[in-house]
């Protein structure tokens, strides 16, 4: 089988005026379906331009991208924006939630951009979705009215409702503190192991990076390690050691579907 | 209608986040639909109106009136007024093939008397053609004949204001009358006419045989020479009117003996080129206000055009979102577009609503009536959704073109 995501010789370079910028020098690497990655490096070494390439929001200069055995650079903006809207999950550091609008609306968001999906089926998707993410009984509220724990997991909610093949998450818990951190960690491990669904965070936290199953290091453009963890970090148990006052959330445990 | 509902649902979401501006913005198209609404209404109830007294006066009326009446420069034929007689009026009707009717008219303001009562009216001695011509019509009693003419009878056809004046107990014919000091016999009552264009009372009327006038009403200048103040001429369709003024003008100046370059020692005229005047001022008044209308709605338009864009760059990093979970160019372009339709449209509807008020009030206050024309609600409502398709569209494509990582990250 295909992996999922393959890259070949990825550049990526940026012209300001006369002088050239290269964001990426050369990326090759690849991802099965199920893996479980993390990206590190400093801010500079390329790595949210490769997230960026990845989650088709960008294109390389040179080398190749094979996503699910489709080569993406030769598409045009709108088949990008199908394969971003059924293939792709992305969840954003500042979480990106539409403001004055519930939680369910805001998760239903991507669905109205799906051909497919009719109204009705619409409402009951973005209910399994926050279900999945432990927040039934909060469809109603809007993003001010919820934590940033809970907001983050609206926007998570909102990444699965179209059952993509990966997540995409951009710093997930650059916002959130170490518990509701954890907390999030909990749920894409819960998603990747019962799901089955390919998660690839950027991050560069080592704590954060520890729950993965493959950590993918990045400095000036270039991939500098490439290293499989076999016993990662349990969210679950992490939080039952370190903070035993409170429980898991509701539904990271048993995502009902 | 599945696909339509969503972007229009967003549309009225977004833009009641911001309703002050949002009803600010729109302003100009209110108003603009507003002026038109008002317009319309009152330029058509104008032109009704214009026509309802140009048929009361009397259809394919054509007036000949003695000496010049070009109000430019002097003319010498403002001597001549005595130019026209009943001969003329005869030779008009016998002549002229497109002239039906003829009726000599002499005019003289009067104090009539009835009993106690008295009343100052207009008396108009004319023959019995006269009534044809002015589409007039007997409501009680009968209309003077042509031997009464012959004969100088002293019988007189009272208007309604005359009657309503005179004898406010009713029971008008066969009663007497004397119009200065001359006794006459009530034969008819003249069915109401109402105003005509100019805001005369037509029914402030009493006519007398033409011959009783000249001979015992009025003074000795008209009632030597066989002359008459004007000739009312009728014609004998719409389509001739033009015709019967040419068949009539030459033989005025045959029968004048006037060589070719001396001016006509008369002036006819048709009740178009009277009120044409009219209907020209009220068309004038009209295109003063489309303009008006067509800049607001431009201003308006523009200001639709500038929040959109305040919009779309507020909002830069909801679009970057949208583009990110899979929106189209054409979805976000459809978006920003059916903001500025229904922010357009929504002008729209309050103009309609504020003009036909604007116009109600407008009818009240000056007593104009005002005609309500669907097709041009509807075509002003139309025509603000417009504005807002075309001035909503930079902005929106603009929306729809940007970037989905730089729109992300814009600050």
Known sequence: MDPLIEVRDLTKTYSAGAARSWALRGVSLSMARGEFAAIMGRSGSGKSTFMNIVGCLARQSSGVYRLDGIDVSRLSRDELAAIRNTKIGFVFQSFNLLPRTSAIENVELPLLYNRTVGSTSRLVRARQALAMVGLEGLEGRHPNELSGGQQQRVAIARSLVNSPEMILADEPTGALDTRNGVELMAIFQELNRRQGITILLVTHDPDIAAFARRVIRFRDGLVVDDETIRRPRDAHEALAETMPAAGVPAGADGGSR | MRSMAPPVRMAIRALRANSVRSG?????????????????????????????????????????????????????????????????????????????????????????????????????????????????????????????????????????????????????????????????????????????????????????????????????????????????????????????????????????????????????????????????????????????????LLVGGIGIMNVMLVSVTERTREIGLRLAVGARTRDILLQFLAEAVVLASAGGLLGVVAGLAGAAIISRIAGWSIVLSGPAILLAFFFSGMVGVFFGFYPAQKAALLDPIEALHYE
């Open chain 2, 24 to 296: 600010l913005t729109i302003l100009g198209v209110v108003i603009g639909v507003a002026a038109v609404i008002a317009t319309v209404a009152v330029g058509s109830g104008a032109r009704d109106r214009i026509q309802k007294q140009i048929a009361s006066i009397g259809s394919n009326l054509i007036v000949v009136l003695p000496g010049s009446l070009t109000a430019s420069g002097i003319r010498l034929g403002t001597g001549n007024a005595l130019s026209l007689t009943e001969d003329d009026a005869r030779a008009l009707a016998a002549e002229c093939p497109s002239v039906a009717l003829a009726a000599p008219v002499v005019r003289q303001a009067q104090q009539v008397v009835a009993g106690v009562s008295n009343w100052a009216t207009g008396i108009v001695g004319t023959t019995p053609d006269f009534l044809a011509v002015r589409d007039l019509e007997v409501a009680r009693g009968a209309a003077f004949t042509w031997q009464d003419v012959d004969g100088a009878a002293k019988v007189a056809l009272l208007g309604e204001t005359v009657v309503r004046n005179l004898f406010p107990a009713g029971g008008a014919v066969g009663q007497s009358v004397r119009i200065r000091n001359v006794p006459f016999i009530v034969v008819g009552v003249l069915a109401p006419k109402g105003q005509s264009p100019s805001g005369q009372d037509q029914d402030d009327v009493i006519l007398i045989p033409i011959s009783t006038a000249k001979k015992k009403v009025l003074g000795s200048s008209l009632a030597s020479a066989g002359a008459v103040g004007s000739i009312m001429t009728q014609a004998r369709s719409a389509a001739v009117i033009k015709t019967a003024q040419e068949e009539m003008r030459s033989l005025l100046r045959q029968r004048h003996h006037l060589q070719t370059p001396q001016e006509d020692d008369f002036t006819i005229r048709n009740l178009e080129d009277v009120f044409n005047a009219q209907e020209s001022s009220a068309r004038v008044m009209a295109m003063l206000l489309a303009a008006i209308a067509s800049v607001s």
